[in-house]
Structure formats: C-alpha cells, structure tokens
C-alpha cells in the first residue's frame, strides 16, 4: 500500500514539474519574458511580485487573463502592457494560473 501511494505521489510529481516547465515555455513562446522574468523587474513586475500582489484574490485569474489578452495600465506605473492577441483565452488561463504560483 505504501508503495503505492509513494509511486502515485511520484508520478503526480512529475507531471506538475512537467506542467510548471510547460507553462515557462508558454511564457516564452507568447513572449511573455520580452517584458517579464519570473524574480525580477524588467519592463513589467515580476511574476513573483505579481502573484503577491494577488495572493488571496478571489477574481485574480479572470481578472489576470483579461489583462494578458487586452492590456491594462496603471497598476504597475506608468507603462503599460500591451494587448496580446497572440494569447487565446485558454492560453491566457494558463499563464495566469502558473504565474500566481511563482514565489
């Protein structure tokens, strides 16, 4: 029985580790990391700082994805990001959801 909870655990383990680089690559790839790293400031705030800046918020993830595939301006300063039209509404989700989980 232990054997199989620990073999469970692993294979869970690893698919979450796959999705967290599936999810970097996503980033990459919708070039997301032209403005942003995950632990510092570049153009825009770092991912880690966004996810404490919403940490708790139940709306963060819609409100998140919306501002990935639209744009917004304000919260950060006075630059302001631009619309993605490349990002599906999916893709936005995902994003966001990785992003919120940085530390």
Do not use: I
């Not at 054997?3 to 967290?20: H, I, M, N, Y």
């Not at 997301?32 to 404490?52: E, I, N, R, S, Y």
Request: glycine share 6%.
């Amino acid at each position: 029985m232990k054997r199989a909870l620990l073999v469970g655990f692993l294979v869970t383990a690893a698919f979450s580790s796959q999705a967290a680089f599936a999810n970097a690559d996503l980033a990459k790839a919708k070039n997301c990391m032209a403005c942003h790293a995950v632990a510092t400031k570049l153009v825009g705030p770092a991912f880690k700082d966004v996810a404490a800046k919403y940490a708790g918020q139940k709306d963060a993830e819609a409100k998140l994805a919306q501002k990935v595939m639209k744009g917004g301006s304000g919260v950060w300063g006075a630059v302001p990001m631009p619309a993605n039209p490349q990002v599906s509404e999916a893709e936005a989700k995902t994003l966001v959801k990785w992003v919120l989980t940085q530390k």
